[in-house]
């Protein structure tokens, strides 16, 4: 018998710059990019975060794009969307981020997480193997 493998991706379309991303089959794959420059009102972070999490982005609305990336990756990769609430998604952020790499649970999931600069876009990916589901 043989054996077919398929891989799952995931894309994102800004305005001039489409970026996808290919796993293996055993893994799901989410990335998000937005410009680095993009700033995100203070008055949505409490949709976005809560607890020390809330705190650091309002002592460092700076970081805010990079968090939301992050998030936004993580829900793609776990297939919710927007049904996983945004502040379920949370872990201890550095201070710059800059780049970084974590393992983030989220209930029974353990889902890496990358994210960097690349010229002007802050780029978030997140695999999370689908054993974990």
């Known amino acids: 018998a043989s054996l077919v493998t398929y891989l799952f991706f995931n894309y994102v379309i800004l305005e001039f710059v489409g970026i996808a991303a290919l796993s293996e089959a055993n893994y799901h794959v989410g990335i998000d990019a937005e410009p680095g420059s993009r700033e995100i009102s203070s008055s949505a972070f409490v949709m976005m975060a809560s607890g020390n999490e809330l705190q650091y982005l309002n002592d460092y ?8 990336t992050a998030k936004e990756a993580v829900q793609k990769a776990l297939h919710l969307g927007m049904h996983l609430n945004p502040r379920k998604v949370s872990t201890k952020w550095p ?29 978030s990916l997140a695999f999370a193997a689908k054993a974990d589901y």
């Open 61 to 68: 609305p700076e970081s805010a794009i990079s968090i939301w």
């Open 95 to 123: 201070n710059p981020i800059a780049d970084f790499a974590v393992i983030i649970p989220i209930g029974k999931n353990k889902i890496q997480l990358e994210t960097w600069q690349y010229d002007d876009l802050r780029i």
